[in-house]
């Protein structure tokens, strides 16, 4: 199984993917493809139907879109708990992560993953504060009703996609709201996330237009 992957310093959504399969210890091949962006990425043609990235490669199938990957995981390796067991909370779960996968674009747009940048806010719009709001309204009814540390209790496909929201909101110093705090804790404490950081702290590139 492989796992392709753009910079991991600002590829949110190859993160996604990745994080999953560390937290649920699935063994894959990492291919990290840096981007190159100026040109059009077309490194990314020899792989991605989309020329994008993340795309899973697995016994000659390929999977693209982040959350497609999460959901053939899930079927892939139903032991795992992907998603929780519990039908009425993977229910919620997978609302969860389809509202992080086609939303939040102001969010998105304005304060990109960013992983090695230091804590500097930026002057946003209200379609970001709108966003956060949204978020921080998610997070603690998902963490009230779990008891956390994750949003469904143990780590899900839902934190994958949340895992690069937690960067944004961090180092761009959007909340103070407790459960962010309480949430952003236990994500930046996952040895699956401190392992996916220590690598892009130490990657050269530099992609300009992801320097908010
Ligand atoms: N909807 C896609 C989004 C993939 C995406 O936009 N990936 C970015 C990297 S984070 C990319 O490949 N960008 C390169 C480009 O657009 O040329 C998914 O969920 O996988």
Same mark, same amino acid.
């Given at each position: 199984?492989?796992?392709?992957?753009?910079?991991?310093?600002?590829?949110?959504?190859?993160?996604?993917?990745?994080? +999953?399969?560390?937290?649920?210890?699935?063994?894959?091949?990492?291919?990290?493809?840096?981007?190159?962006?100026?040109?059009?990425?077309?490194?990314?043609?020899?792989?991605?139907?989309?020329?994008?990235?993340?795309?899973?490669?697995?016994? %000659?199938?390929?999977?693209?879109?982040?959350?497609?990957?999460?959901?053939?995981?899930?079927?892939?390796?139903?032991?795992?708990?992907?998603?929780?067991?519990?039908?009425?909370?993977?229910?919620? +779960?997978?609302?969860?992560?389809?509202?992080?996968?086609?939303?939040?674009?102001?969010?998105?747009?304005?304060?990109?993953?960013?992983?090695?940048?230091?804590?500097?806010?930026?002057?946003?719009?209200?379609?970001?504060?709108?966003?956060?709001?949204?978020?921080?309204?998610?997070?603690?009814?998902?963490?009230?009703?779990? %008891?956390?540390?994750?949003?469904?209790?143990?780590?899900?496909?839902?934190? +994958?996609?949340?895992?690069?929201?937690?960067?944004?909101?961090?180092?761009?110093?959007?909340?103070?709201?407790? +459960?962010?705090?309480?949430?952003?804790?236990?994500?930046?404490?996952?040895?699956?996330?401190?392992?996916?950081?220590?690598?892009?702290?130490?990657?050269?590139?530099?992609?300009?237009?992801?320097?908010?």
């Amino acid at each position: 199984m492989k796992l392709y992957i753009g910079n991991k310093n600002y590829s949110s959504w190859s993160m996604r993917p990745w994080i +999953a399969m560390t937290a649920k210890g699935i063994e894959f091949e990492e291919e990290l493809v840096p981007f190159n962006d100026d040109a059009g990425n077309p490194e990314f043609a020899v792989f991605s139907p989309t020329v994008k990235v993340p795309v899973l490669v697995d016994d %000659g199938l390929t999977i693209w879109e982040s959350l497609a990957i999460l959901e053939y995981l899930a079927d892939k390796f139903p032991e795992k708990g992907f998603w929780p067991e519990d039908f009425r909370q993977r229910a919620l +779960a997978r609302c969860a992560a389809n509202e992080m996968h086609g939303g939040f674009q102001a969010l998105r747009n304005a304060c990109p993953m960013n992983m090695r940048r230091e804590i500097r806010a930026i002057v946003t719009d209200q379609d970001v504060h709108r966003d956060v709001a949204r978020i921080e309204t998610l997070w603690a009814e998902c963490l009230a009703d779990s %008891g956390g540390p994750f949003l469904f209790g143990d780590f899900c496909n839902a934190d +994958a996609m949340y895992a690069p929201v937690v960067n944004r909101i961090e180092k761009y110093a959007l909340s103070d709201h407790d +459960a962010v705090k309480q949430y952003s804790v236990a994500m930046k404490s996952h040895p699956a996330w401190v392992s996916w950081e220590k690598s892009a702290l130490e990657e050269p590139w530099i992609v300009t237009a992801d320097e908010a």
